[in-house]
């Protein structure tokens, strides 16, 4: 895997944005999605950063319609692609979804990719469920309150590195156990703050029962507000299904269910990996939440004094102001995604977006040694927050990962001033003085030091927090159109849509070439059956030698008949497709064939006196062995498979009548040989018998 950088992203962009006509899109297409982006694409550099950005912002506010693909009525919202046994073609229902038009219709507060009011409510579980009256109770679903994602770049790769961080304690600890053969326990501290403790026993086994606010594979999961997801990537994978029922290719396509249509709503392959990489790092590249100092003198005062009351209560043990990060570079996708979100290990190259370089990128708080400082008041970590006492914030019934119901991750407090009537994870309390009274739990010492607190600290502690809010940012496009500019790279003119047919044209071209190496290695496996019968009819010729006899007159037996010339020279016609003209592939596509049916004649030429001469022999034919059969009876299973793997239309088709037909060929050619050199080995007996008779 190789790292291409936005520096080399923005080289060649001129070369893809020029000669493309916006007017692409067919008169009267109502899609919201008229591209996909493929990741080769994105890999090879073909739009800049900012573009990447710009196209994620159009997919995060488009309004998915009918065409595009929204809607699953064929499976549910679950994570895991599941199938529903009955269609359901309702589009929209506003409790187990899809329920909403676009990912902004909830991230909007205060611009694309805030946080949503009440009304944007997630019934968090119920999205897995047959629709149901029941989905908005609690037995059945969690309700959350929509989070920003401001910033969101920044949490992901501090907790990728804290992920590396406890990785290597683990490894670390286990080693030393082996070494030292003695069990050894680590704390698990990264970034100053602790998840507990592991261990490890000498023979390598790894103790976990001490992890604490993290699960036990060690992956800080920053994402939902009970920490159970890995990367913005999955989600997106996953919130563009339940929301939205637009599937993306990764999780819901071919490789993963065996099916281009999985909801069964008409629409293949919904969303593209690249289509996905560019949400992604719309997301990834939200500006961080920025401290607004207020413009009174006393609030001002207040706030800076709130600041330092808000440690001294201990809200900082949890609600840790900054935390330092070694890399600002957004690599996509990330290195924790699990199988059904693209993995590293599944690109030739992985996307690299600096943040630091973005323009707000350059406020960030850097130190000496060059860490950025993140100040996102959390410490990515699941605190207990309720108790019997103080039981608010334990208002859900069911379980989600390996989370408790009472846990939640710390909230990142750095956007709280811009929260007011929607705080805690349904969104459901008003304000921040009554979110602060219901921590319970862990949290419960630092609440009791807050209440106790004079009136004019615990509001200075509000006064600063009041003072944390969401960038300001304009958007730059209206929601649902596609910017001219956009629409400009994206939309491919009539010789764009030339270009891609030629390069999906390669593609056929490469499977054939498949098919024509299978041809070959038939061809091969004929030789060595010609072989083998030369070397037995020198043992023919030999035992006739012995047998002072001479062979009788040959009966010119025709057996072997060479590749039709016709089939493969329709083929070769079928491969001058105009817009291959140039496609050196092709070349070597006909050169291979060539050969193929050279190798193939050539064995045929070599095993047709060798058959001869064993019909000398003319014992009469015994029966017919099954082995001729099996090779060819692969290339047929094969041809079949790759069809069924790629459908590849017409020329492929042609491919596998030919490959068909070069099949049934071999396997004559192969019961030829298995009657030789049956009779051969006939012969060689009977003479051996002779002989013996002799003496
Ligand atoms: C109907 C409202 C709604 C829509 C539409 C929606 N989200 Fe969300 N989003 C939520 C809620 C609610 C949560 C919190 C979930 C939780 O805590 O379990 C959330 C959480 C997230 C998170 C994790 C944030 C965090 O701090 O944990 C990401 C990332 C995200 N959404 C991205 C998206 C994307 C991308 C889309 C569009 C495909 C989308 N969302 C559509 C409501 C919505
Ligand atoms: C033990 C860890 C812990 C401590 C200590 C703690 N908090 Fe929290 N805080 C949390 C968690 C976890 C949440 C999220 C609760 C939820 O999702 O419902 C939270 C949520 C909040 C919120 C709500 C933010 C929002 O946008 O909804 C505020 C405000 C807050 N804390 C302030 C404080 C203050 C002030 C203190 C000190 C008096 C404090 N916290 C101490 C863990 C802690």
């Given at each position: 895997?190789?790292?291409?950088t936005?520096?080399?992203?923005?080289?060649?962009?001129?070369?893809?944005?020029?000669?493309?006509?916006?007017?692409?899109?067919?008169?009267g297409?109502?899609?919201a999605?008229?591209?996909h982006?493929?990741?080769?694409?994105?890999?090879?550099?073909?739009?800049?950063?900012?573009q990447?950005v710009?196209?994620?912002?159009?997919?995060?506010?488009?309004k998915?319609?009918?065409?595009?693909?929204?809607?699953?009525p064929?499976?549910?919202?679950?994570?895991?692609?599941?199938?529903?046994?009955?269609?359901?073609?309702?589009?929209?229902?506003?409790?187990?979804?899809?329920?909403?038009?676009?990912?902004?219709?909830?991230h909007?507060?205060p611009?694309?990719?805030?946080?949503?009011?009440?009304?944007?409510?997630?019934?968090?579980?119920?999205?897995?469920?047959?629709?149901?009256?029941?989905?908005?109770?609690?037995?059945?679903?969690a309700?959350?309150?929509?989070?920003?994602?401001?910033?969101?770049?920044?949490?992901?790769?501090?907790?990728?590195?804290?992920?590396?961080?406890?990785?290597?304690?683990?490894?670390e600890?286990?080693?030393?156990?082996?070494?030292?053969?003695?069990?050894?326990?680590?704390?698990?501290?990264?970034?100053?703050?602790?998840?507990?403790?592991?261990?490890?026993?000498?023979?390598?086994?790894?103790?976990?029962?001490?992890?604490?606010?993290?699960d036990?594979d060690?992956?800080?999961?920053?994402w939902?507000?009970?920490?159970?997801?890995?990367?913005?990537?999955?989600?997106?994978?996953?919130?563009?299904?339940h929301?939205?029922?637009?599937?993306?290719?990764?999780r819901?396509?071919m490789?993963q269910?065996?099916?281009?249509?999985?909801?069964?709503?008409?629409?293949?392959?919904?969303?593209?990996?690249?289509?996905?990489?560019?949400?992604?790092l719309?997301?990834?590249?939200?500006?961080?939440?920025?401290?607004?100092?207020?413009?009174?003198?006393?609030?001002?005062?207040?706030?800076?004094?709130?600041?330092?009351?808000?440690?001294?209560?201990?809200?900082?043990?949890?609600?840790?102001?900054?935390?330092?990060?070694?890399?600002?570079?957004?690599?996509?996708?990330?290195?924790y995604?699990?199988?059904?979100?693209?993995?590293q290990?599944?690109?030739?190259?992985?996307?690299?977006?600096?943040?630091?370089?973005?323009?707000?990128?350059k406020?960030?708080?850097?130190?000496?040694?060059?860490?950025?400082?993140?100040?996102?008041?959390?410490?990515?970590?699941?605190?207990?927050?309720?108790?019997?006492?103080?039981?608010?914030?334990?208002?859900?019934?069911?379980?989600?990962?390996?989370?408790?119901?009472?846990?939640?991750?710390?909230?990142?407090?750095?956007?709280?001033?811009?929260s007011?009537?929607?705080?805690?994870?349904?969104?459901?309390i008003?304000?921040?003085?009554?979110?602060?009274?219901?921590?319970g739990?862990e949290?419960?010492?630092?609440?009791?030091?807050?209440?106790?607190l004079?009136?004019?600290?615990?509001a200075?502690?509000?006064?600063?927090?009041?003072?944390?809010?969401?960038?300001?940012?304009?958007?730059?496009a209206?929601?649902?159109?596609?910017?001219?500019?956009?629409?400009?790279?994206?939309?491919?003119?009539?010789?764009?849509?030339?270009?891609?047919?030629a390069?999906?044209?390669?593609?056929?071209?490469q499977?054939?070439?498949?098919i024509?190496?299978?041809?070959?290695?038939?061809?091969?496996r004929?030789?060595?059956?010609?072989?083998?019968?030369?070397?037995?009819?020198?043992r023919i010729?030999?035992e006739?030698?012995?047998?002072g006899?001479?062979?009788?007159?040959?009966?010119t037996?025709?057996?072997?008949a060479?590749?039709?010339?016709a089939i493969?020279?329709?083929?070769?016609?079928?491969?001058?497709?105009?817009?291959?003209?140039?496609?050196?592939r092709?070349?070597?596509?006909?050169?291979?064939?060539?050969?193929?049916?050279?190798?193939?004649?050539?064995?045929?030429?070599?095993?047709?006196?060798?058959?001869?001469?064993?019909?000398?022999a003319?014992?009469?034919?015994?029966?017919?062995?099954?082995?001729?059969?099996?090779?060819?009876?692969?290339?047929?299973?094969?041809?079949?498979?790759?069809?069924?793997?790629?459908?590849?239309?017409?020329?492929?088709?042609e491919?596998?009548?030919?490959?068909?037909?070069?099949?049934?060929?071999?396997?004559?050619?192969g019961?030829?040989?298995?009657?030789?050199?049956?009779?051969?080995?006939?012969?060689?007996?009977?003479?051996?018998?002779?002989a013996?008779?002799?003496?």
């Open positions: 895997m190789k790292m291409i936005t520096a080399s992203i923005a080289l060649v962009v001129a070369l893809a944005t020029t000669g493309r006509d916006a007017a692409a899109q067919p008169l297409d109502e899609r999605l008229p591209f982006l493929a990741q080769r694409d994105l890999e090879r550099g073909k739009f800049t950063a900012e990447l710009d196209v994620g912002r159009y997919l995060f506010a488009a998915f319609t009918l065409l595009d693909g929204a809607g699953r064929g499976s549910t919202g679950a994570a895991l692609p599941t199938r529903r046994p009955t269609i359901n073609a309702k589009p929209f229902l506003r409790t187990s979804g899809p329920d909403a038009n676009a990912c902004a219709s909830c909007n507060e611009s694309v990719g805030g946080a949503g009011s009440f009304t944007a409510n997630v019934f968090v579980g119920a999205q897995e469920r047959e629709p149901t009256l029941e989905s908005v109770s609690g037995a059945f679903s309700e959350r309150k929509s989070p920003s994602l401001f910033g969101s770049g920044l949490i992901e790769l501090l907790a990728r590195e804290m992920t590396a961080d406890l990785h290597g304690i683990r490894a600890a286990v080693a030393n156990a082996k070494q030292s053969g003695k069990r050894v326990s680590r704390p698990l501290v990264t970034k100053g703050v602790r998840f507990g403790a592991i261990g490890a026993e000498p023979n390598g086994t790894v103790l976990t029962e001490q992890i604490e606010g993290v036990k060690l992956v800080v999961r920053p939902s507000q009970k920490g159970v997801v890995t990367s913005l990537r999955t989600f997106t994978v996953t919130a563009m299904n929301h939205h029922g637009m599937q993306a290719v990764e819901y396509g490789r269910t065996g099916h281009r249509d999985f909801d069964r709503d008409g629409v293949e392959d919904e969303l593209s990996e690249g289509d996905i990489t560019a949400v992604t719309f997301q990834a590249a939200l500006p961080a939440p920025v401290v607004v100092e207020p413009l009174s003198a006393q609030r001002r005062k207040a706030a800076q004094r709130g600041r330092q009351v808000f440690a001294d209560a201990g809200c900082t043990t949890c609600h840790i102001a900054a935390l330092p990060l070694r890399s600002s570079t957004f690599v996509e996708p990330g290195p995604n699990l199988e059904g979100t693209l993995r290990k599944e690109v030739d190259q992985t996307i690299n977006l600096d943040l630091a370089a973005l323009p707000w990128g406020a960030l708080r850097r130190d000496a040694n060059g860490q950025i400082w993140v100040e996102a008041f959390t410490d990515l970590r699941r605190h207990r927050i309720a108790d019997p006492e103080t039981r608010t914030l334990a208002n859900e019934v069911v379980s989600q990962g390996f989370s408790s119901t009472d846990e939640f991750v710390t909230k990142r407090l750095w956007e709280v001033g811009s007011l009537g929607s705080y805690g994870h349904r969104g459901d008003t304000t921040i003085n009554d979110v602060i009274l219901v921590h739990g949290a419960r010492d630092a609440r009791l030091k807050y209440q106790a004079r009136a004019e600290d615990r200075a502690i509000i006064e600063f927090l009041r003072t944390l809010q969401a960038p300001a940012i304009e958007a730059t209206p929601p649902n159109v596609l910017p001219t500019a956009l629409a400009a790279v994206l939309l491919p003119s009539d010789g764009a849509a030339a270009i891609d047919r390069v999906a044209s390669v593609g056929e071209v499977a054939s070439e498949q024509v190496g299978r041809a070959v290695a038939a061809a091969n004929a030789e060595m059956t010609a072989a083998r019968i030369r070397s037995l009819s020198k010729d030999h006739l030698a012995k047998l006899g001479t062979a009788a007159p040959v009966p037996t025709k057996i072997v060479a590749l039709p010339p493969a020279d329709s083929l070769i016609e079928q491969l001058a497709i105009p817009d291959l003209a140039n496609e050196p092709r070349e070597k596509l006909i050169d291979a064939l060539r050969r193929a049916e050279r190798a193939i004649s050539e064995a045929h030429a070599q095993a047709e006196p060798a058959l001869q001469r064993a019909a000398v003319s014992l009469d034919p015994p029966a017919l062995t099954p082995t001729g059969y099996v090779p060819a009876q692969v290339v047929i299973r094969n041809a079949t498979q790759l069809r069924h793997d790629h459908q590849f239309g017409r020329l492929y088709e491919v596998t009548v030919w490959c068909e037909d070069l099949a049934f060929r071999t396997e004559q050619l019961q030829q040989v298995a009657v030789a050199a049956l009779r051969t080995e006939a012969f060689a007996t009977r003479s051996q018998l002779a013996a008779a002799k003496h």
